[in-house]
């Protein structure tokens, strides 16, 4: 689906609220993707016959640990209120995390496609929006996380996430909460 990206807002004052926002939702979107990991982890990572998985969940939630600490610095660095539903992303992505991994590898790469493919669009579209803001070093810095996201989706892809039991509902109903968390987030 194609996505223009939001027009800026007129004024200093407006453009930095918006890159608050951004701020505000990206940070509390990769602390939900840590959790999903910790999730996924918690049941395959001290299953023998299951270390391929847990190596790869390990190597994504790295890269997620990454985004978020670079996230937790820009909230320092340029004064953002983080969300305050933080216990909320914390319990649903972990919850996300063994549910998916209780119904198998293949539904646990489907969640990561699905959160990937969402993720994906939101900093294609946030991208642009900040370089039309003249923010080019945010905009490079979103554009390397937007590009590990996606190796992680060619990864759960190439691992067999359209394989997953039940793929398509399973797909669209974590697309559907990833983008109910962005919108929620943007104001609360």
């Known amino acids: 689906m194609n996505r223009a990206a939001r027009p800026p807002l007129p004024g200093r004052k407006a453009d930095e609220i918006r890159i608050s926002e951004m701020i505000r939702i990206d940070h509390a979107g990769e602390y939900g993707a840590v959790a999903i990991y910790e999730g996924q982890l918690a049941v395959f990572g001290k299953i023998p016959s299951k270390v391929r998985i847990a190596n790869q969940l390990r190597h994504m939630a790295e890269d997620e640990q990454a985004h978020l600490d670079a996230f937790d610095d820009l ?29 198998g590898e293949k539904a646990a790469h489907a969640c990561t496609e699905a959160v990937e493919t969402v993720i994906e669009g939101h900093y294609t579209d946030q991208i642009a929006e900040l370089e039309i803001s003249g923010e ?41 909460g990833c983008r109910t968390a962005i919108g929620i987030t943007a104001k609360i």
């Open 75 to 103: 909230i320092r660095t340029r004064r953002v209120r983080p969300t305050a539903l933080m216990p909320l992303w914390n319990v649903a992505g972990r919850a996300l995390g063994v549910a998916t991994a209780l119904m």
């Open 136 to 176: 080019t070093e945010l905009a490079s810095a979103f554009t390397i996380f937007r590009d590990e996201e996606v190796a992680h989706k060619i990864l759960a892809v190439d691992e067999g996430a359209k394989e997953a039991f039940g793929y398509p509902f399973l797909s669209k109903l974590i697309e559907a």
